[in-house]
């Protein structure tokens, strides 16, 4: 690290810090971020990046509606999630900086550089609502700091809409000592489509910002970095979804646009066809779910991406896979519910519906990454179990994984991820659609072309033949060998690994995207010297081995969950009336431990900090 | 299979290796006696037979209904899938498997009522498929129900007092999708036609649909009578590229000259309700088929991951 | 009772008897069936009538898949369920009774009437065909008798297809002296619409029948019967639920036909356009469950029927009224699933995905009714709670009770299950369209035309303005109050009655339909000396209270259900990763008791006997 | 509501118990600055200040994406509701309470993509609605999707090398449909034409469809360009019948007579891409409207009651 603060500059060393850079919606917070986060990332750093979006596509500029922008948290080590409150922030205006203030985003000494223009604008109503501003956020100890960013800006654009935020890149550069070349060759390749003269601009940008940081700044951060010992890339979820699933072979991909799993097809429209596939934009949901099931009929193995209110239209189509056992991979990326509910936030309310969602008896796969580097590897292991299994195998991501940025260990491609090719040799003699092995439920899946295997699927119950039939025998038949998948699974799985000491006071168990944030609480109890463990599950149905014996070696267990229950001691609310978070329902049916929860459903991830409250508060 | 049985009523057969048109039905239908499922059924076959197709090279979807349950009669693969869904899933079938000959059987709740959407995408994507609907008008399989294309005034269970909308007329709406490429209308009392259409909508490569009449002897037994009876009600559409069967000309006294190219007279001929009519409507063949743009290279495993490392080098940090 | 039996004839006096009318499809063995058991309920008897459906509209004739008829039970009690194996059968061919004895529907002493014409047919395939029907059948002591059913219906009309029914209704009414004043008054009203000469031919057949059997059997059952106390109606589930929807004062169903549900809408669609009402048939479910919550959100509570593939299709609808807080009320008529399933069966599998099948928290009430006459109580309660409490209620009943047939106390009408007209009042000051009670999370529903009330209801997050918002507090304040609403209705719940000894060796539980069978089951099991007691739920969301407590009080507890669930024993099938019944599952969660379960999916309700022996092997 | 604020611009309303287009304001419009969507907002506001509707006799029902925000914008019952559904909302609040004016706005993915279906079957049910189709050719909301009216080759996040389908033309499927009682053509750039064809939508008894080309500045900036720049590129469609709107003859050039009766040139007019047309395509007042012929008479609960003791003695044992 090259240190160039002057001399009177205060210089501490952290291990890690979270930044936010907030402005109106189109001030390119985003690219700001972007660029400041891949620096962070090749100079060695964790990174975990997380993007503040507004609810409209334009809302009204300059106010608490129209805050946009990018979290950054950095740090030596290994960084798994959005952490606890920002320690410094860059904010276009009073308006955006008051709605995270009122979001609680801000530690309470968070410096804050922001733009000092507001304060002297022509028009009084600007000056008193930043005064006000400025009153409301005097409750906490911030350290606010004017910076002059569009003046400064205009000094090189005319327009400084587009430049403050290279400016404001500058800024951080210089508090945290980034590299320039690094940001030089990220700038080239965001704008490489560009004149080079835009690059030149917006490098010169950042330069002033760098300049004026050194000289006005009397503060500077520093945050060593570990030698990068393998190779990684860097990427958000829905990034590594796609790539996944075109790793895993899956050659289509049929789709219905919705907030926040669009992303995945989009990654994919733009790649896919190099790698002899395609992305199907259906007319709506339920076709999407029905070309995806009528291509896999057809031998591939398909995928079709959503998220919710998408998935409530899929319900139908999930169980004709699932009863003719037409293997079919399903992306469902939360959001926060019911209905239209919190379409850009993140929520993990979809478990259930994900387990129960079709009438009638029907036994499929869920799994949940608890990282966007799983993200990437559920999709090859989702397509092969899907195939292996002849089922639906649906994964669970969310917002917090589809947007958030994170570097993982570049993965080494195996050509057994892909697909198999389809085997279209002549059949066994007598071999049926359905001929279950008996034990397994296990059954060779007859694909359209293969001489001599015509039989015609249908979602009426039916025998090993795959002939309609009603009688008792062969529905039970069916159901059975449809559910003893599930158990074989299962009997391949290991029991969830435990973060922390094997046995304990409490056992804090989550699943999914919360991982990062749970361990760090984890690792904070722990350091406070209390006995907690956890633990997060990847496999929702079915849930992996052990559990029961697991939770026998903790005084308690709760879970915790994106998601809502009822708080005890409510109006109303007793232990028998109480609402459970949705993960931990099911591990009280299933093992029949008194399983508590602590969930909550912010439209955020978690934060670690508060996690460990509610730690704090179980314990006792 | 028995491909050595070859019937002698199939005219187009008489080489022994060659299937025959019995040699293509699976289960025995199931269907009601006089129910003209059966008729569709064997005008299938028939071309079926003289396209001399494999039967593990074809398959054939529907939805639900009791028309749906055609793909267990014939001996291909089938897909009897649910209520309304039956062109996505051909949709699908076809992108991951454009040799496949695939056909679609649908009825009139199923395709123009719970699968309108897809009706109209469908016909839009204009992938090639030979699709049919067998129209009834009215729902068989859930004993009596009305349908969109139940004629006004139609009493069924749940219209008790008589319908009270005028049928939808899935010729007009199937027109008015742009990218519609083939769209005849045919019944299933006139086999001759039939088959003529169905060989025509199989030729026609793109999304091929076809409206059969379809008389439902159960609880539709009146609607197609007339024209049954008289065929003075019934003109015919011919043209040199439209569907052409021989000796028709003899059964129907009127005729029309329609150049199916021309779609302006093809609305305004679906418009009219003075005769049924039965022909081509419209074919283009200029359109885009979704299944050819849609189709891409295949591409090696090894291939795959040459190209997803340069991938993984855009990401790299 | 007034026997006019000859003197050779022997005479038992039985407290009940199980009867078969089986013939081919298109036969008319319904309406033999509905004028016996009508006749059955109007001389005092207890009477539970079920249809035996073929699965094809028109299948082959005289082969084991043409099966069409139905089981008649009647006693001198009350009759719940449909039995055990049925004592006599009247079969109008060979291979309808084959298909019977394979589903082991006869007692192996039964009494079987066959067509004998058959055995000496011109056709030797049929002749054959009988043969071997007879010897696949006397692996049992069916006594069967041989009756020249077609040719003495020949006597009287010309063809016997039109004719045998009512012949066959003869031997019936003979045999167990029915009155034949009450016969004729049912066939004049089956036929009222047809000239007078039908009815007289039909009474000519069934007294050819009675004589006939006078004649020739030498047997008769005495079932004695009560003197009727009260008003009673008889009817099927599905009209008792039409009729529950009329007198709740519903005057919109929108519905798409689906087998078991639509004679609900056949019913309604008859009659409720007498009380204001219509039936909307709509273009598909999605449609039905939109335009009757649009009607709902215009001040009328609406009601949608359908079956499990379309509640599959109404889930995002559902999840839309109760982010909005839209009463409505959806009637689930349960059949085989999953996807197409069994159309024309009965299953209770759409209890899981009726409580979690939206995405997202979305709590909503589930109920189902027990009997045939709480179909009709049931749509009165839900219609009442919908609006009270602004939310989805469910309500499940099966394809059991939906074409069972059953007597019940007739109903006194009261004017207040009618919903009150729309207040179109000014509103308070100020009232908010959201203005949850913090308590209860109750509020007063603005309908549209109310002066000042103007807002916009949506799916998205929402203040209790309805305004759109995104922000943590909003979204907890929501779910929290959607989901107070499950535990203040708990409140006003009692504990389910336990039916036998209050503690004890076993609890069977129960849900909906299976009340009657379970109840018998628990009766013979009392019989046998066995501590067993059971318990029926209808509140399933929420579950209700004391539960907990009412399972401690027995040393094991299971439910009965009729859906899948694993057997412990088969092939990797362990108490971890056993599939339980749905019933079981949840109140597993609930109670954390081990709850055990016996289930079984025959598309057929269960069988008194079947549980009374699952009784046996679960009480060791 | 501010009733007494009467807007000058407003010609309409020289009377101070009046309301003003402004009264009709709830929320302010939260789009893009350009966006089409308040062009629209702005003469839907006009018309109902024209016609002095009561708030709370009106309900705005929609889907979901830009244009649905909608209901959120008018001073009136809203109903926002779920992606491609706002129809059969309506469908059943206008069947539930047909006296109340009701609107229906919805965008072209939500109405002819996803919500296809219900389109055509809520065209031929032909109840009482005002119909607004805010058709900008792309998904707005979700940021950049190709819609079923994209112009092929259109470049978006789903079809990043040019979308390969030729556009779904709205006017002409509605005018597939038996029962269109009402089909017409505006755009957000003409907002004379735009506020008299709302006029004659909400004039018409029967389900008034009316497509309005809208401008996203956002996503496709360029689609309409042309047209707007040169007004020489449009053709009015006139007729004593249709849409008429005062000074539109000085700006556009080009004008043609239609009779709004006539289908079949209605639909030979649709077809025909060498022009943009405006105005009034269709327009039958004589079709069966739903919520007319499905209106039953009120029962009161007493009567209820008389009629539900007969029809239990059907049932009596
Ligand atoms: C989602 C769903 N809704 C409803 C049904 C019930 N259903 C089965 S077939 C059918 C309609 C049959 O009519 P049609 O499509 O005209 O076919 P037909 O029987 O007349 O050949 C219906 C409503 C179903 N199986 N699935
Ligand atoms: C069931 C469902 N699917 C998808 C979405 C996501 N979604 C919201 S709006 C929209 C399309 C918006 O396009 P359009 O209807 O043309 O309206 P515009 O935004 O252009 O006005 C989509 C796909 C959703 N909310 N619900
Ligand atoms: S009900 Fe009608 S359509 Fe169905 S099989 Fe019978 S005749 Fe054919
Ligand atoms: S994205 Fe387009 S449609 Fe949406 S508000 Fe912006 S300009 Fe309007
Ligand atoms: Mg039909
Ligand atoms: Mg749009």
């Given amino acids: ?85 920002s320690k410094l922030a860059v904010a276009f205006n009073d308006q955006v900086c008051l709605s995270r203030h009122r979001l609680d985003s801000f530690d309470d000494n968070c410096i804050i550089l922001h733009e000092c223009s507001w304060e002297t604008h022509e028009d009084e109503n600007v ?36 430049g403050k935020n290279m400016f404001a890149l500058g800024l951080l550069a210089e508090i945290y000592q980034r590299d320039l070349s690094i940001i030089e060759k990220q700038i080239a390749h965001i704008f490489r489509h560009k004149p080079a003269k835009i690059t030149e601009i917006n490098v010169e940008l950042v330069k002033r910002g760098m300049a004026w940081a050194r000289d006005n700044l009397k503060f500077q951060y520093i945050i060593e970095s570990k030698p990068v010992v393998e190779n990684r890339v860097v990427m958000t979820g829905n990034q590594a979804a796609a790539l996944g699933a075109v790793a895993a072979g899956m050659e289509l991909c049929a789709m219905y646009p919705i907030t926040p799993a669009t992303s995945v097809s989009h990654e994919l429209a733009a790649i896919i066809e190099n790698y002899g596939g395609i992305v199907h934009q259906a007319e709506d949901e339920i076709a999407a779910a029905g070309v995806a099931l009528g291509a896999s009929y057809g031998g591939k193995v398909a995928l079709t991406v959503t998220s919710g209110p998408g998935m409530a239209l899929k319900t139908e189509f999930l169980a004709l896979a699932i009863m003719s056992e037409i293997p079919l ?72 994984l589809a947007s958030g940025v994170q570097q993982f260990t570049r993965p080494e491609f195996d050509s057994r991820w892909q697909q198999d090719p389809v085997d279209f040799s002549a059949l066994p003699e007598g071999l049926r659609p359905y001929d279950w092995d008996p034990e397994t439920g296990l059954s060779r899946r007859i694909v359209p072309g293969t001489p001599g295997g015509q039989h015609t699927v249908t979602g009426l119950a039916h025998d090993e033949s795959s002939k309609v039939s009603y009688d008792p025998e062969s529905n039970e038949r069916g159901c059975r060998m449809r559910s003893r998948k599930l158990a074989v699974l299962q009997s391949t799985l290991l029991p969830p690994p435990i973060y922390g000491e094997e046995k304990g006071d409490l056992l804090v168990v989550g699943w999914g995207s919360t991982q990062g944030a749970i361990e760090e609480a984890v690792d904070r109890a722990h350091d406070a010297g209390l006995s907690v463990s956890s633990c997060q599950l990847t496999f929702l149905s079915p849930l992996e081995p052990g559990l029961k014996e697991i939770f026998s070696r903790y005084r308690k267990v709760m879970t915790v969950e994106i998601n809502y229950s009822d708080t005890i001691g409510d109006p109303y609310i007793t232990e028998e009336t109480r609402r459970y978070g949705q993960l931990a329902w099911i591990l009280r049916a299933q093992t029949l431990v008194d399983i508590d929860c602590w969930t909550s459903c912010p439209g955020q991830p978690l934060r670690p900090n508060d996690i460990y409250n509610s730690i704090l508060e179980k314990i006792k | 299979m028995n491909s050595n049985v070859i019937s002698l009523l199939n005219l187009e057969n008489d ?43 074809m398959a054939f979807v529907s939805g639900i209904g009791c028309s749906s349950r055609f793909p267990h009669y014939v001996n291909a693969y089938g897909f009897h899938g649910i209520h309304g869904r039956a062109l996505p899933i051909a949709t699908g079938l076809k992108l991951a498997r454009p040799e496949l000959d695939v056909f679609v059987v649908m009825g009139d709740g199923d395709c123009t009522s719970i699968g309108a959407g897809h009706w109209i995408h469908a016909t839009r994507y204009n992938a090639n498929l030979t699709v049919l609907l067998l129209d009834n008008n009215i729902y068989g399989l859930t004993k009596n129900q009305t349908s969109p294309t139940s004629p006004q005034g139609t009493i069924s269970n749940t219209s008790p007092s008589g319908s009270v909308l005028p049928p939808l007329d899935p010729l007009q709406a199937t027109l008015g999708v742009s990218n519609a490429s083939f769209v005849a209308q045919t019944a299933d009392w006139v086999p001759a036609h039939l088959y003529a259409t169905l060989q025509a909508a199989y030729e026609h490569r793109g999304f091929s649909f076809v409206r059969i009449l379809q008389r439902c002897p159960k609880f539709t037994p009146d609607v197609f009578t007339e024209q049954v009876k008289n065929p003075d009600l019934t003109e015919l559409l011919v043209h040199e590229n439209g569907v052409n069967a021989p000796g028709l000309d003899k059964l129907f006294k009127a005729s029309r000259e329609h150049d199916p190219t021309d779609i302006d007279e093809a609305r305004a001929l679906a418009q009219r309700t003075d005769l049924l009519r039965l022909g081509m409507f419209f074919r283009d063949e200029s359109f885009p088929v979704y299944d050819d743009i849609r189709t891409v290279s295949p591409v090696s495993a090894q291939e795959k991951i040459r190209k997803l490392e340069k991938e993984f080098d855009r990401y790299a940090v």
Same sequence: chains 1, 3.
């Fill in chain 1, 1 to 85: 690290m090259n240190s160039i603060a002057n001399s009177k500059t205060s210089i501490s060393t952290v291990s890690e810090h979270t930044v936010e850079i907030i402005t109106d919606s189109g001030e390119g917070a985003q690219k700001c971020a972007h660029v400041f986060g891949q620096t962070c990332a090749k100079m060695g750093n964790g990174v975990w990046t997380v993007e503040i979006i507004p609810a409209e596509i334009e809302p009204p500029a300059h106010t608490t509606t129209s805050t946009s922008g990018n979290i950054v948290r950095f740090g030596t080590e290994k960084i798994t999630n959005w952490g606890d409150q």
């Fill in chain 1, 127 to 162: 000056r008193e609502q930043y005064a006000k501003a400025m009153e409301e956020m005097s409750s906490k100890n911030y350290r606010l700091i004017k910076v002059p960013i569009e003046e400064e800006t205009l000094k090189v654009v005319d327009n400084a809409q587009h």
């Fill in chain 1, 329 to 400: 991979v399903v992306l469902d990326v939360q959001r926060g519910g019911p209905s239209t509910g919190l379409p850009t936030k993140v929520e993990q309310s979809d478990l259930l519906s994900s387990l129960y969602g079709q009438p009638g008896d029907a036994p499929r796969i869920v799994i949940a990454p608890r990282s966007i580097e799983e993200c990437f590897h559920s999709m090859i292991t989702a397509r092969r179990i899907a195939e292996t299994f002849r089922c639906v195998v649906i994964v669970l991501t969310d917002a917090n």
């Fill in chain 2, 15 to 57: 080489n022994p290796q060659c299937l025959a048109a019995e040699d293509y039905q699976k289960d025995e239908g199931k269907w009601c006696a006089g129910c003209g499922d059966f008729g569709a059924l064997n005008a299938v076959k028939r071309l079926l037979a003289k396209e001399q197709l494999k039967p593990e090279k």
